[in-house]
C-alpha cells in the first residue's frame, strides 16, 4: 500500500540492517556507502571520542577543587585541557551533527536515496578515522601530548618541545573529511530533492546543514594551510610566524580564527536546524516563520564568518580593526535572535506535548540565550578588556556549545532515535537524566562567569583561596552533569538491548522521514516520493 | 544499489572542492600581500635574484600543459580515443618537465645558501628571509599540487587505455582537468607575485 509513493508500514519490510551487500561482518560496515551506515559509524566514533574528551574535562575541574591541590604536574595539567579541547571541538562537536544526523537524515529529508557522492561519503568517514588515529598516537609520540591549547598559537606551538607537528596533521586530516561533507551535503541538497521538493519545502533541518556545509567548505582550508605551515616552521623554519625572523603572530591568529570562529557557526547552525525540527511536531503547530529561519541561517553563515577578530581585541590589531570586528559582532546576534523569537512563537498556543525531544530543545533556547547574551556583552571593547581570557570566557563559550549544541545533540538523538534503531527508550528515565543534566550544566558553568568577572584567568592550574568556593560548586556541578550523561546514555543503550519496538512514527512529525518504516529500508524509499506540501503541515 | 550518472551533480562537486582548494591558496596569498606591504624595499631587492628566464619557461611550459589537457578532454569528446591518450601523455610530461625545471632552480638557490633557516640567509634583512620563506612555502605546495595532478591524470591515462573513459563517460577526465587548470592558475599568480613584480 502507497500513499505519493511512500510506503506506509503495514507490512514488514526489511531494513537497512539486514541489507545483504558485498561484504560481511565488520566490513558490511566499514566498506558501506549507505548514508545510514555511514551515520551510524561517525556515531559510535563520536560517542567514544566524547566519553574521552569528558573524561579529560573531569580531570581538569577535579584538579582546581581547592587551591593547591596537587593531582598532577602543570605540564600535565597544559595536556589535559589542550587535548579535552582538541578532541571535543574537532572531534566531537564540529562533526557530530552533520556528519551523524546530517549523513542519516538530509537526504531521507529531501527523498533522496543516498548523498550525492556516497563513495566520497565513505572516504570522509576514513579521512576521519585516520585523522583521529593520528591526533591520539601524536600522544605517546615525539615529545608527548601536545600542551598548546587547541588554538596551537605562534610561537609557543613553534617552539614547545612536544609532538606539534603529528598533532596539527591528525588535525588537517580532520579537515579534509569535514571539506569532503561539506562537498556532499551542498550537492546532495541542490541535485537530490525528490519532486516537488522545493526550497522552501525543504525541513530547516536541511538548511541548518545547508548552511553548514558552506561554512565548511569555504572555512576549513583556512585552517589547513595554517596548520600547514606549522608544520613547515618547524621542520623547515621559514619564518612566516616567527617574530625573530620577521614573522607576525598576529596574522597567525588571524589566519587561526578565519577558521576557527565559523567553526562555532559549524557547531550550532546544525543544532538550530534540529530545534527548528522538533519545536513545530511537539507544540503540533507549524513553524513560525519559516523563510525568517532559513535566511537567518544563511545570515548566521555569512556574517559569522567575518566576525573573527573579536578573538583578538587584546593582541594588538588596529583601533579600527576592533571597532569593526566589535560591530559585526552585534551584527550576528541578529539572525540567531531571530531564530529564538520564532521558536518562541511557533510555542506559542499550541499544544504542547512534553516529551524528552522537546525537553532538550527548550533548554537549548534557554542556555544558548545565555550564552549568546554573555558573549555579547565580551564583544564590547571596552568590556572585552577585562574579561578576555578569564572565566568567563569558558563559561559563555560553553554555555554555548554545551548549553546550544551538546542539548540540540541530545534533542536530535531523542527525536530521532526511534526511527535510526526503530526501538523506543524509556521517557521517564530520559526526562531525569535531562534535569540531572541541566542542573548539573549549570552548576558546573555558572560560576565560571562570576569567577571571570572577579578576575580568575583561564587555563591556570592554580588560583588563590579566594576564589575557592565557587571553584569548587563548579567541580561538584561536573559531578552531577556526569551523573546526567552516565544515565541519559543508560537509557539509550537500555532501549537497543530490550527496549519496545518504535513506531514508524511515534511523534506525529510531518517529515519524510516519518513516513517510511523504522528503522529505515537500505534505499530509503521504494518509489521516490513527490512532495504536495510543507514540512510542518500537521493534520 | 543503483548507480546513477549525474552530470551536474559531478560538476558542482568539483567546482567546490576547487573553490576549497582557492581558499587554502588563499590563506598563503593572505600572509604574501601583508607582508610585501609590510617590507616592500625586502622584497623587492629580493625578487631580482631569482631566475626570470627559468620562470617564464615554466610559465610557458604550464600554459602549454592546460592547453594539451583540454585538448584531451576534446578529443575524446570526439570519440579520439588515441590523440585524447596522446595529449594526456603530453600534458603528463610537461607537469614532470615543470617539476625538473622547478628541481634545477630550487637547487642553485639552495647551493647559494639560500634556504629556510640558513646561516646566509638569517644574515640578511627580515623582509628577504619571509620573501624567502613564502617563496619556497608557496611554490613547495604549489610543486605538491602538481605532482598529485600528475598522480591522478596517470590514472585516468590507465582508465582511459582500459576504455573505462570513453565517448560516453567522460566526467571523471573533465574534472582532472578542472584540477589541472586550477593548479596552472595558481601558478598564473605566483609567477608575478615572485618573479616580475620588483
Do not use: C
Request: aromatic letters at 16%; a positive charge; charged letters at 10%.
Amino acid at each position: 500500500m502507497t500513499k505519493n509513493g511512500v510506503l506506509e508500514g503495514t507490512h514488514p519490510i526489511a531494513s537497512f540492517y539486514q541489507h545483504q551487500g558485498k561484504y560481511r561482518g565488520i566490513f558490511a560496515w566499514i566498506l558501506s556507502t549507505d548514508h545510514k551506515r555511514i551515520g551510524l559509524l561517525y556515531f559510535s566514533l563520536i560517542l567514544l571520542f566524547f566519553s574521552v574528551a569528558v573524561f579529560f574535562g573531569f580531570l581538569m575541574r577535579l584538579k582546581l577543587i581547592a587551591p593547591g591541590f596537587n593531582l598532577m604536574k602543570p605540564q600535565m595539567y597544559n595536556s589535559i585541557f589542550t587535548l579535552h579541547g582538541i578532541i571535543m571541538i574537532f572531534l566531537v562537536v564540529i562533526p557530530a551533527i552533520p556528519t551523524i544526523f546530517g549523513n542519516f537524515f538530509l537526504p531521507i529529508q529531501i527523498g533522496a536515496r543516498d548523498v550525492a557522492f556516497p563513495r566520497i561519503n565513505l572516504l570522509s568517514w576514513w579521512l576521519y578515522i585516520s585523522g583521529a588515529t593520528i591526533v591520539f598516537l601524536s600522544l605517546f609520540t615525539g615529545g608527548g601530548p601536545i600542551d598548546t591549547g587547541w588554538t596551537f598559537y605562534a610561537p609557543y606551538s613553534l617552539r614547545t618541545t612536544v609532538n606539534v607537528p603529528l598533532a596539527v596533521f591528525g588535525v588537517f586530516v580532520l579537515g579534509m573529511s569535514s571539506i569532503l561533507t561539506g562537498v556532499n551535503l551542498v550537492t546532495t541538497t541542490h541535485r537530490l530533492r525528490a519532486p516537488g521538493m522545493t526550497w522552501f519545502r525543504l525541513p530547516l533541518f536541511v538548511w541548518g546543514i545547508y548552511a553548514t556545509a558552506w561554512v565548511q567548505i569555504l572555512a576549513t582550508p583556512v585552517i589547513g594551510i595554517t596548520l600547514v605551515l606549522i608544520m613547515i616552521e618547524r621542520y623547515f623554519g621559514v619564518g612566516v610566524f616567527d617574530p625573530a625572523k620577521g614573522g607576525d603572530p598576529i596574522l597567525y591568529q588571524h589566519l587561526f580564527w578565519i577558521y576557527s570562529h565559523p567553526a562555532v557557526y559549524i557547531i550550532i547552525l546544525p543544532a538550530m536546524g534540529v530545534i527548528s525540527e522538533v519545536i513545530p511536531v511537539f507544540a503540533r503547530k507549524r513553524i513560525f516563520g519559516y523563510k525568517a529561519i532559513a535566511f537567518s541561517s544563511i545570515a548566521i553563515a555569512s556574517v559569522g564568518s567575518l566576525v573573527w577578530g573579536h578573538h583578538m581585541f587584546v593582541s594588538g590589531q588596529s583601533d579600527l580593526a576592533n571597532l569593526i570586528f566589535s560591530l559585526l559582532t552585534f551584527l550576528v546576534a541578529v539572525p540567531s535572535a531571530v531564530k529564538v523569537f520564532n521558536w518562541v512563537a511557533t510555542l506559542y498556543k499550541g499544544s504542547i506535548e512534553l516529551k524528552p525531544p522537546l525537553l532538550f530543545a527548550l533548554t537549548f533556547i534557554f542556555l544558548f540565550s545565555i550564552g549568546g547574551l554573555t558573549g555579547l556583552i565580551q564583544g564590547a571593547l571596552a568590556v572585552n578588556m577585562h574579561l578576555h581570557d578569564t572565566y568567563w570566557v569558558v563559561g559563555h563559550f560553553h554555555y554555548i556549545i554545551f548549553g546550544g549544541m551538546g542539548f540540540g545533540f541530545l534533542a536530535a538523538i531523542h527525536y530521532w532515535f526511534p526511527k535510526m534503531f526503530g526501538k523506543m527508550y524509556n521517557w521517564k528515565r530520559a526526562a531525569w537524566g535531562w534535569l540531572i543534566l541541566f542542573i548539573g550544566f549549570n552548576v558546573l558553568y555558572f560560576p565560571m562567569l562570576i569567577l571571570g568577572w572577579e578576575g580568575m584567568p583561564r587555563r591556570y592550574y592554580d588560583y588563590p583561596p579566594q576564589f575557592h568556593t565557587l571553584h569548587l560548586i563548579s567541580t561538584i556541578g561536573s559531578w552531577i552533569l556526569i551523573a546526567g550523561l552516565i544515565l541519559i546514555f543508560y537509557n539509550l543503550f537500555q532501549a537497543l538491548r530490550k527496549g519496545p519496538r518504535a513506531e514508524d512514527n511515534p511523534w506525529g512529525g510531518a517529515t519524510l522521514e516519518w513516513q517510511i518504516p523504522s528503522p529505515p529500508p537500505t534505499e530509503n524509499f521504494e518509489n521516490i516520493p513527490t512532495v504536495e506540501k510543507g514540512p510542518y503541515e500537521f493534520q | 544499489m543503483e548507480t546513477h550518472q549525474d552530470y551536474t551533480g559531478s560538476k558542482i562537486g568539483m567546482w567546490l572542492f576547487l573553490l576549497s582548494e582557492i581558499l587554502l591558496f588563499g590563506g598563503l596569498f593572505l600572509l604574501y600581500s601583508s607582508y610585501r606591504y609590510k617590507n616592500p624595499l625586502d622584497f623587492h631587492l629580493a625578487a631580482w635574484e631569482l631566475n626570470r628566464v627559468l620562470g617564464t619557461i615554466n610559465t610557458l611550459i604550464l600554459i602549454t600543459s592546460s592547453l594539451f589537457m583540454a585538448l584531451s578532454i576534446f578529443s575524446i569528446q570526439k570519440g579520439n580515443r588515441k590523440l585524447s591518450i596522446l595529449f594526456l601523455l603530453g600534458t603528463i610530461f610537461l607537469g614532470l618537465l615543470f617539476l625538473s625545471v622547478k628541481y634545477v632552480e630550487w637547487t642553485a638557490k639552495i647551493e647559494h645558501g639560500l634556504y629556510p633557516n640558513s646561516p646566509r640567509l638569517l644574515g640578511r634583512s627580515k623582509g628577504e628571509v619571509l620573501f624567502f620563506g613564502l617563496y619556497y612555502s608557496m611554490t613547495g605546495l604549489h610543486g605538491l599540487h602538481v605532482l598529485v595532478g600528475i598522480s591522478i591524470l596517470s590514472v585516468m591515462l590507465v582508465l582511459m587505455i582500459k576504455g573505462k573513459i570513453n565517448q560516453n563517460r567522460f566526467v571523471p577526465l573533465e574534472n582532472s582537468g578542472l584540477y589541472w587548470h586550477l593548479v596552472d592558475i595558481i601558478w598564473i599568480f605566483l609567477f608575478p607575485l615572485f618573479y616580475l613584480i620588483t
